[in-house]
C-alpha cells in the first residue's frame, strides 16, 4: 500500500473501523471514513453515504485503497429478520465494489467473517480452504459478498478478502448478539446477569482488536491479489474457560460475573477456531496479545481507565 494512497475506510465509525482509522491517522496516512453519520474528528474526513460523488472527486485519479467494514446486521439479528439482512447488506456490497472500480482503487479489502462463514466445522482448525456451509444469514450474505467480490477482481479490481475471527477489546460496545467479552464487561460492571446460550462448551477463536488492526495493515502491504487470509488467534477457548477467566479480572475490582444460561441458538456453531498460516506466510503476521493481556485491557477500558 503506498503510503501517498488515500485510505477509505467503508464503515469506520464502528469498533474495528474506529480503531484502524486511528491506527492510519497515527501513521500518517490521509483516511477517509464513509459512514451513516459524520463528525468533527481531527486528520480524517467523514462522509456521509450519500455524499459518493463529492468523495470520487476528492481521490480522483489517486487510487485510493479501500477497506469495507461495513456491516447492519449480526447472526442473531439476521436470523430475526433474513430479508432485512438480505437488503441492507448484500446490495451495499455490490455498490461498494462498483465505487471502488469506478474511482480505480489500488486495492479492495473485504472484511468478511471467518466465525460465520464456515458453518459447523468439519474438522478443526479451519483452513480457507475449508467447506463454506453457514447456517446463518449473516454468514450466507457475508459469503455472497466474497463471491460479488472475486467476481470484480475477475474483471479486474485488485480485491484481497479477511476472514477475521471473534474480535474483541477496548472500544468494543455491548450490544445484542455480538461482542460476548464486551457484554460480558458491561454485565459485570452494572452487577446484571450475562446469558450463555447453550452448555458453555461452545469453543471459539478471540483475536485482541489491535492484533486484527495490525493483520489488515499487512495485507494492505503484503497481501496477494484475488486471496482469501483467515486471521485468528488460533487458539480455541470455550465460553465456559471465557466466563472463568472474566470472573477471575472483574472479582479483583470486588465484581462478580452472574451468568444465566439459555436454550442454544441455531445459528450458533459448536466451534470454530482458524488457521491462519496463509497470512502469516504471506505477511509474517502473527497474533501477539495474549488473551488474558487483552481481557484485562478491555475491562479497564469498560472501567473508563
Not at 485510505?7 to 480503531?19: A, D, E, K, R, T
Not at 468439519?122 to 450466507?140: A, F, N, Q
Amino acid at each position: 500500500m503506498k503510503a501517498s494512497s488515500p485510505l477509505i475506510i467503508i464503515g469506520g465509525h464502528g469498533f474495528i473501523g474506529s480503531c484502524f482509522a486511528a491506527r492510519a491517522i497515527a501513521a500518517g496516512r490521509e483516511v477517509h471514513r464513509v459512514g451513516r453519520r459524520v463528525a468533527e474528528n481531527a486528520g480524517v474526513r467523514d462522509w456521509h453515504w450519500g455524499e459518493g460523488e463529492a468523495l470520487v472527486r476528492a481521490v480522483a485519479g489517486r487510487a485510493p485503497v479501500i477497506v469495507d467494514l461495513a456491516y447492519s446486521t449480526v447472526p442473531s439479528t439476521s436470523f430475526g429478520d433474513p430479508v432485512g439482512d438480505f437488503t441492507a447488506n448484500l446490495g451495499a456490497v455490490i455498490h461498494h465494489l462498483q465505487f471502488a472500480t469506478s474511482v480505480e482503487a489500488a486495492a479492495f479489502l473485504y472484511v468478511s467473517s471467518g466465525g460465520t462463514v464456515y458453518g459447523d466445522a468439519v474438522c478443526l482448525p479451519l483452513t480457507e480452504d475449508s467447506p463454506t456451509r453457514p447456517i446463518s444469514p449473516y454468514g450466507i450474505t457475508k459469503l455472497a459478498g466474497e463471491h460479488y467480490t472475486l467476481m470484480h477482481h475477475r474483471l479486474g479490481l485488485p480485491v484481497m478478502i479477511a476472514r477475521p475471527s471473534n474480535i474483541y477489546g477496548p472500544g468494543q460496545i455491548a450490544r445484542a448478539g455480538q461482542g460476548l467479552v464486551a457484554a460480558a464487561f458491561a454485565a459485570a460492571r452494572s452487577r446484571s446477569m450475562i446469558t450463555v446460550f447453550g452448555d458453555g462448551s461452545q469453543r471459539r477463536d478471540y483475536l485482541y482488536i489491535d492484533d486484527f488492526c495490525s493483520a489488515l495493515d499487512a495485507l494492505l502491504e503484503h497481501g496477494e491479489n484475488g486471496a482469501t487470509y483467515n486471521v485468528g488467534s488460533g487458539v480455541g477457548v470455550s465460553t465456559t474457560q471465557l466466563m472463568a477467566l472474566i470472573d477471575a479480572i472483574v472479582a479483583k475490582e470486588g465484581h462478580r460475573l452472574r451468568i444465566t444460561h439459555a436454550n442454544a441458538r441455531p445459528f450458533d456453531v459448536n466451534a470454530n477456531i482458524l488457521d491462519s498460516s496463509r497470512i502469516a506466510a504471506a505477511t509474517h503476521w502473527r497474533a501477539s496479545t495474549e488473551l488474558i493481556e487483552g481481557l484485562e485491557r478491555s475491562w479497564n477500558w469498560t472501567l473508563g481507565r
